[in-house]
């Protein structure tokens, strides 16, 4: 059974920093690319990052450019999400989703649960 | 890149059908066949309905379905039934730069 279980989520100043975790288990998961998707309370999903199979290739949405570093460690079949310079619009839900096919149907197929990261003072 | 548009909300009768619009741009919905649709009840984690415009994922009812016209894509629900009664959001690959965009969301209420 596939299951995606984020970890890392808390309360933090503006400006500060988190790291973000997501364990994997039930599938390989050095053949999938991954992702982070967000949802702040009461609103609609946000995509906020990719990385391939082998982290040769990372994207970010602009709204977290520069801010957020995604990346993976295969090996303990983890996924990881840096957040620095953490704004109070960044408040939501965490969700890591993988990729459908490893990557080939652009679709998200399986969600964690989420974890909760609030910014405020 | 803004979020593909969805109307707010949706209604139906139990049995009935519903229609969810997602209107993107040429830059995504229109220029990929890679729109994939979402179902999320409150507190839940979404779950994949469709991908590909028109692909049920296992273990989906063939109750709901995909299509695209242009910059549009559309799911409908047919036969609708209680536990129908969730948000559901619209995604679409938008490019190397962008990624994924998703919809504003609607909210589907079983009468």
């Known amino acids: 059974e596939v299951q995606l279980v984020e970890s890392g989520g808390g309360l933090v100043k503006p400006g500060g920093s988190l790291r973000l975790s997501c364990a994997a288990s039930?599938?390989?998961?050095?053949?999938?690319?991954m992702n982070w998707v967000r949802q702040a309370p009461g609103k609609g999903l946000e995509w906020v990052s990719s990385?391939?199979?082998?982290?040769?290739?990372?994207y970010y949405a602009d709204s977290v450019k520069g801010r957020f570093t995604i990346s993976r460690d295969n090996a303990k079949n983890s996924l990881y999400l840096q957040m620095n310079s953490l704004r109070a619009e960044d408040t939501a839900v965490y969700y890591c989703?993988?990729?459908?096919?490893?990557?080939?149907?652009?679709?998200?197929?399986?969600w964690g649960q989420g974890t909760l990261v609030t910014v405020s003072s | 890149q803004s979020a593909l548009t969805q109307p707010p909300s949706a209604s139906g009768s139990p049995g009935q059908s519903v229609t969810i619009s997602c209107t993107g741009t040429?830059?995504?919905?229109?220029?990929?066949?890679?729109v994939s649709w979402y179902q999320q009840h409150p507190g839940k984690a979404p779950k994949l309905m469709i991908y590909?415009?028109?692909k049920r994922p296992s273990g989906v009812p063939d109750r709901f379905s995909g299509s695209k016209s242009g910059n549009t894509a559309s799911l409908t629900v047919s036969g609708l039934q209680a536990e129908d009664e969730a948000d559901y959001y619209c995604?679409?690959?938008?490019?190397?730069?962008?990624?994924?965009?998703f919809g504003t969301g609607t909210k589907v209420t079983v009468l």
């Open positions: 989703a993988r990729m459908k096919g490893g990557g080939s149907y652009f679709a998200f197929d399986y």
């Open positions: 039930g599938f390989t998961f050095s053949s999938y690319s």
């Open positions: 990385i391939s199979s082998s982290s040769s290739y990372i």
């Open positions: 040429s830059s995504d919905v229109g220029g990929y066949n890679y």
């Open positions: 590909e415009v028109s």
């Open positions: 995604s679409s690959y938008a490019g190397s730069n962008t990624l994924y965009v």
